[in-house]
């Protein structure tokens, strides 16, 4: 008897635990290919030497696969991301890079980032094609530092259309460079959140802040979808 309540116990142990790991998205699962409730930031590097040099993660590295190009297929894209900024102290701080704007490198896959010089608060790369938030002034961005933002971007590049939220609302004086059509997402990059992939323009920097729950689609998202994940996930 006793045995066989401290396998239900392990049991349930097990279920409440593969429970917490696998949790449910926001909105429908279809398409989406990474969450990460947690970014950098968050993960401590302990120093074992007792000295007490512990470091923190500043940007993770995934490794290529077939679902972080399937976008390729479907010709669709959507990426969302919570991000709290200290300082957008460089031109190109790095949210999401997977690829590189310019040759040599991969010349294409997918860039976010934010943007200190200009008019152009949020950026989205890929290739020789580029999107922003045009007339934005720091008014989406960088007058809000210290604060936590959701920003997305959803591109079809079939439809040739892209779309940028900021707070699951749509901004929507977006400019454009070169045609979403040739846009080629199939590049074997690895994925760099937080940092900018090593073979990307020299501009890009890495992100100053916090990042959770970053979320990549290979479908586009509707604004009501984005809404529901701005409701349903913000940070303490």
Do not use: C
């Not at 079939?158 to 609302?169: E, P």
Request: no cysteine; proline share 4%.
């Amino acid at each position: 008897m006793l045995t066989t309540y401290k396998q239900n116990l392990i049991a349930l142990s097990v279920f409440f635990a593969v429970s917490a790991a696998i949790a449910k998205p926001p909105v429908s699962s279809d398409g989406l290919v990474l969450w990460l409730r947690n970014g950098p930031n968050v993960y401590k590097v302990k120093d074992s030497s007792g000295q007490k040099n512990n470091g923190i993660a500043t940007s993770i590295v995934i490794s290529n696969s077939p679902s972080l190009v399937s976008m390729q297929g479907t010709r669709q894209l959507t990426l969302a991301v919570w991000i709290k900024p200290n300082s957008v102290n460089y031109e190109f701080p790095v949210l999401i890079s997977k690829g590189g704007y310019n040759t040599p490198g991969a010349n294409g896959g997918y860039e976010f980032t934010l943007n200190s010089n200009g008019d152009n608060d949020i950026m989205f790369f890929s290739g020789g094609y580029y999107a922003y938030t045009r007339q934005a002034n720091g008014s989406l961005i960088n007058h809000h530092l210290g604060e936590w933002i959701h920003v997305a971007v959803v591109a079809d590049a079939s439809a040739q259309t892209i779309q940028f939220f900021v707070n699951g609302q749509l901004y929507t004086n977006t400019g454009t460079y070169g045609s979403l059509t040739d846009v080629n997402f199939n590049v074997s990059n690895n994925l760099y959140v937080g940092a900018g992939d090593p073979v990307a323009d020299s501009s890009r920097t890495s992100f100053d802040g916090n990042i959770r729950q970053v979320m990549i689609f290979n479908r586009t998202l509707s604004a009501d979808e984005i809404q529901k994940i701005v409701t349903s996930t913000k940070p303490k």
